[in-house]
């Protein structure tokens, strides 16, 4: 097979373009791609202070590499959960990255500065380990990028999550979620700040292809948490239906976002916003979520 842009020997296949591209070529077409879904949604702009969230995995590694060659001004932030080896590991690797690149990094970590256990809360609470970490996250990013001045944080969000979580979505029609499902999540306070997800039309396969081709370092393993967690299953099904028919995915994404999801907007609650009366940070109820788990941590 040759490749489509230089007639070279290709390396990869990417189906749903009927495109193969060699190493070069897909890099090029890996860079604009990501670029042209930052101008097309009007992610931010070169210049703006971006935080990107990594966890050490192939996807969150792919888009701090890729913004900071395509010249974007971005500084990365791992947040250590306390997760086992699979926290230790991951820092490790996010650290050496930076080191070698002489890039910036934020380290939060949730035991050591808060005194959160994920594993211990979730036990007290009855609550899935992954709603504790999802509350703990959210909190984190929006905080660190408010005190750091950013203007939008950036996740390693890609084709294959967006996808599954929009068919968990369907399947239960949850209009709310529905109505929120997008690339970017704009401030809707200014104590709040966007989030955007430039890989959102890039596959699971595409930023493995891009780590590897880079030579970049990446923790193999899931969360230990993640196993069993319903997106699993709906990445199984849609992996299933796009073998049988490529793009099915892309355009079960793309088609909601241009016309399915204008139907739901109506549904989109307006929240009372205030600050919480612990840390100041935007909440519905008095004291936050997070602040709340604090609370709860220091009677465990
Ligand atoms: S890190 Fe946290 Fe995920 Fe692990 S505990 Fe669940 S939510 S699976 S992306
Ligand atoms: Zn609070």
Not at 61 to 76: E, H, I, Q, R
Not at 148 to 164: K, P
Not at 204 to 231: M, Q, T, V
Request: hydrophobic content about 35%; glycine content about 6%; some cysteine.
């Amino acid at each position: 097979m040759r490749c489509r842009r230089c007639k070279d020997k290709a390396v990869i296949y990417l189906e749903r373009h009927n495109a193969a591209f060699c190493e070069n070529c897909f890099l090029h077409y890996y860079y604009n791609q990501v670029d042209k879904n930052i101008k097309r949604e009007k992610m931010f702009k070169k210049g703006e202070k971006i935080l990107v969230v990594v966890s050490g995995g192939k996807d969150s590694m792919a888009l701090w590499d890729v913004l900071n060659k395509n010249g974007y001004d971005v500084t990365a932030m791992y947040i250590n959960l306390g997760i086992g080896d699979y926290s230790n590991r991951s820092q490790e690797i996010v650290e050496n990255y930076a080191k070698e690149r002489k890039l910036p990094l934020i380290i939060k970590n949730i035991k050591e500065e808060y005194g959160l256990e994920i594993g211990k809360i979730s036990k007290k609470l009855k609550r899935s380990p992954c709603s504790i970490c999802g509350t703990i996250k959210r909190y984190l990013f929006n905080k660190v990028a408010l005190d750091g001045g950013f203007t939008a944080v950036a996740t390693g969000h890609n084709l294959d999550d967006e996808a599954a979580t929009l068919l968990g979505n369907t399947l239960s029609w949850q209009e709310g979620y529905l109505a929120r499902q997008a690339p970017v999540l704009q401030s809707t306070h200014p104590k709040l700040v966007k989030k955007v997800k430039p890989l959102f039309t890039l596959t699971e396969r595409e930023n493995l292809s891009y780590i590897i081709f880079n030579g970049i370092k990446f923790i193999h393993d899931e969360c230990p948490h993640a196993e069993g967690a319903s997106s699993i299953l709906y990445k199984e099904v849609l992996n299933k239906l796009e073998e049988e028919s490529p793009g099915t995915k892309q355009r079960f994404l793309i088609n909601f976002l241009e016309k399915g999801r204008k139907h739901f907007q109506d549904v989109r609650e307006e929240l009372d916003l205030k600050e919480c009366k612990i840390c100041g940070q935007v909440t519905t109820t008095e004291i936050c979520s997070f602040c709340r788990l604090v609370e709860i941590s220091k009677e465990l």
